[in-house]
């Protein structure tokens, strides 16, 4: 059972588990589970929040993420409050537009002033016990404008180090998924289906 109510969330975690090849039929959670809080103050602690109350729900094995972006020049924020960032409900793009706004109101403008990483920590519960976490992380920096129409969040200022100049926006915009190579839910998620693959053959 997939934890996540954000349906591109669903979607990445779907496609990177196709390609790493692990047989597992990831369900989508019943529309009837309510959302559960994020109130921890880690990305693992909300994603177990989120793993063991959906898993309670149905009584099947679960799998939950949480992610945030890093900004070195904001002491680590949005962090694990990034989904929220601007605050209730959750807006990307009101999210966004603050994250831009707070760097350029500190004059940061070089990609050192403006470093940040993203991380996603992903988790399986089973029901009779056992959990398996894996976290994956991308360096990179913000952009000081939206570019590129493709992926979710913050992919359109997102811009990885180990890419091309392009930031995630961009990477998805001219091939869908491709991002998946060098993102942090496409590391976390492939340590994470290699692990379920592990259990699932002993």
Same mark, same amino acid.
């Given at each position: 059972?997939?934890?996540?109510?954000?349906?591109?969330?669903a979607r990445e975690i779907r496609e990177?588990?196709?390609?790493?090849?692990?047989?597992?039929?990831?369900?989508?959670?019943?529309?009837? *589970? @309510?959302?559960?809080?994020?109130?921890?103050?880690?990305?693992?602690?909300?994603?177990?929040?989120?793993?063991a109350a959906l898993m309670q729900a149905?009584?099947?094995?679960?799998? #939950?993420?949480?992610? !945030?972006?890093?900004?070195?020049?904001?002491?680590?924020?949005?962090?694990? =409050?990034?989904?929220?960032?601007?605050?209730e409900p959750a807006d990307d793009e009101?999210?966004? +537009?603050?994250?831009?706004?707070?760097?350029? #109101? =500190? !004059?940061?403008?070089?990609?050192?002033?403006?470093?940040?990483?993203?991380?996603?920590?992903?988790?399986?519960?089973? @029901?009779?016990?056992? $959990?398996?976490?894996? $976290? !994956?992380?991308?360096?990179?920096?913000?952009? @000081?404008? =939206?570019? !590129?129409?493709?992926?979710?969040?913050?992919?359109?200022?997102? *811009?990885? +180090?180990?890419? +091309?100049?392009?930031?995630?926006?961009?990477?998805?915009?001219?091939? @869908?998924? #491709?991002?998946?190579?060098?993102?942090?839910?496409?590391?976390?998620?492939?340590?994470?289906?290699?692990?379920?693959? #592990?259990?699932?053959?002993?």
């Amino acid at each position: 059972m997939l934890a996540t109510t954000n349906a591109n969330k669903a979607r990445e975690i779907r496609e990177i588990f196709s390609a790493a090849g692990v047989d597992i039929e990831l369900l989508d959670r019943p529309a009837e *589970v @309510p959302e559960v809080e994020e109130t921890e103050e880690t990305l693992a602690g909300n994603a177990r929040r989120k793993a063991a109350a959906l898993m309670q729900a149905t009584g099947l094995p679960t799998i #939950a993420e949480d992610t !945030g972006i890093e900004v070195g020049a904001l002491g680590g924020a949005p962090g694990v =409050r990034s989904a929220r960032y601007a605050g209730e409900p959750a807006d990307d793009e009101a999210n966004v +537009d603050r994250l831009l706004a707070e760097l350029q #109101a =500190r !004059g940061l403008v070089t990609p050192a002033q403006r470093h940040a990483r993203f991380v996603t920590v992903a988790v399986a519960l089973w @029901p009779g016990g056992g $959990e398996q976490m894996a $976290e !994956g992380v991308v360096e990179g920096w913000v952009a @000081p404008e =939206r570019r !590129g129409t493709g992926g979710f969040g913050y992919d359109p200022v997102f *811009v990885p +180090d180990e890419g +091309d100049g392009r930031t995630f926006g961009e990477i998805e915009e001219a091939t @869908p998924g #491709a991002k998946h190579g060098l993102s942090h839910r496409g590391r976390a998620f492939r340590a994470l289906a290699g692990s379920l693959g #592990a259990a699932l053959h002993r």
